[in-house]
């Protein structure tokens, strides 16, 4: 008689689980059989009905799950060292590579120097000079503000910070 190692029964023991198929609900009919599941969740979201318990934790545990960082599944690191590469990284919760890295410093750069390269223009006097809004306008024109607007705009903020303090 051949000895037959128990080990190898294992797999009939532990039966594999059945994969949970949804029942088609009518509309405006809770039906409580998913509850404690995201699905029973979804339902009582679905019907208007109150949350039980059960479906509180396993939503709980649902956004636990959703939150926490993801394998990097569906991660591909052909646009590395570009700055969609590092996006790349975020966006599937990967932490970036060197190269990544690189070129986000980069990026960066380049785009605080855009902004210096670009000069605020000599204030245009308007209308609404001397007030708050004439300091707005300024800004939206990407121009320096002009003295009165400045005046303004400074007694603007310390009076809102009076305010605050006051609240
Ligand atoms: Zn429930
Ligand atoms: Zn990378
Ligand atoms: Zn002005």
Not at 75 to 104: I, L, Q
Not at 131 to 142: I, K, L, N, P
Request: glycine share 6%; aromatic share 10%; charged share 30%.
């Amino acid at each position: 008689m051949a000895y037959v190692y128990k080990g190898t029964k294992r797999d009939e023991d532990t039966p594999a689980q059945a994969p949970r198929i949804p029942r088609p609900v009518k509309p405006g009919e809770f039906d409580p059989s998913a509850c404690g599941t995201y699905a029973g969740y979804r339902r009582h979201q679905k019907h208007g009905v109150p949350t039980c318990r059960d479906c509180k934790t396993a939503m709980a545990a649902y956004s636990r799950d959703r939150y926490k960082p993801r394998p990097p599944k569906g991660f591909t690191p052909e646009a590395c060292g570009t700055y969609p590469g590092y996006s790349r990284h975020e966006y599937h919760n990967v932490p970036p590579c060197d190269p990544c890295k690189a070129a986000k410093l980069e990026y960066q750069k380049q785009w605080r120097e855009a902004i210096r390269s670009k000069p605020p223009s000599p204030p245009t006097i308007r209308k609404q000079c001397a007030t708050y809004a004439g300091y707005m306008r300024h800004q939206r024109a990407a121009e320096k503000p002009c003295d009165k607007c400045r005046d303004a705009y400074t007694q603007y903020m310390s009076k809102y910070r009076t305010r605050r303090r006051a609240a």
